[in-house]
């Protein structure tokens, strides 16, 4: 039997809404290096995301210290009202996921902040990983971009 997005995108997303804020940060690590290979295609060749502007947003991001990097990130996935949390919120779910893949690179290459190496997920979010990759690549980046769009803070909500 196949699951259509409709059968599961609400447990993915709900499973994913109810972890830490590490935790989720930890699950899109683990996104980019488990599923990277069939994930990450989507993000830099997608037709609506605008590189120019995540590549602007991420260069901010790489210009801070490590311990800024991270805060930065908690603060994208808490929806904390911040300048980066502002511009991200502007950006297209496509764009987002965008970012989101160049800061993986970048965590792979040390130049954001790198996961400690003896950082697992937790069993609620390996779950989560196991859902996501148990869907068809459609479905993986259409949950993704869901997962990413409701982070940072939209200018609209701006008092």
Same mark, same amino acid.
């Given at each position: 039997?196949?699951?259509?997005?409709?059968?599961? &995108?609400?447990? #993915?997303?709900?499973?994913?809404?109810? !972890? /830490?804020?590490?935790? =989720? *940060?930890? +699950?899109?690590?683990?996104?980019?290096?488990?599923?990277?290979?069939?994930?990450?295609?989507?993000?830099?060749?997608?037709?609506?995301?605008?590189?120019?502007?995540?590549?602007?947003?991420?260069?901010?991001?790489?210009?801070?210290?490590?311990?800024?990097?991270?805060?930065?990130?908690?603060?994208?996935?808490?929806?904390? &009202?911040?300048? #980066?949390?502002?511009?991200?919120?502007? !950006? /297209?779910?496509?764009? =987002? *996921?965008? +970012?989101?893949?160049?800061?993986?690179?970048?965590?792979?290459?040390?130049?954001?902040?790198?996961?400690?190496?003896?950082?697992?997920?937790?069993?609620?979010?390996?779950?989560?990983?196991?859902?996501?990759?148990?869907?068809?690549?459609?479905?993986?980046?259409?949950?993704?971009?869901?997962?990413?769009?409701?982070?940072?803070?939209?200018?609209?909500?701006?008092?």
């Amino acid at each position: 039997m196949t699951s259509t997005t409709s059968d599961i &995108d609400p447990q #993915i997303i709900s499973n994913f809404n109810s !972890l /830490s804020t590490d935790q =989720k *940060l930890a +699950f899109l690590w683990y996104v980019y290096k488990e599923v990277g290979k069939s994930i990450t295609p989507a993000a830099p060749g997608a037709s609506t995301a605008s590189p120019a502007i995540a590549e602007g947003i991420f260069g901010q991001v790489l210009d801070m210290s490590h311990e800024e990097q991270l805060q930065v990130q908690r603060e994208l996935v808490e929806r904390k &009202d911040s300048p #980066i949390s502002h511009m991200y919120g502007a !950006l /297209s779910d496509t764009t =987002k *996921l965008l +970012f989101w893949y160049l800061l993986a690179q970048g965590m792979d290459r040390s130049e954001i902040i790198p996961m400690p190496e003896d950082y697992t997920l937790d069993s609620q979010g390996s779950e989560c990983l196991s859902q996501l990759q148990a869907l068809e690549y459609s479905e993986q980046i259409t949950v993704l971009r869901e997962l990413v769009e409701g982070m940072g803070v939209e200018p609209s909500a701006a008092a």
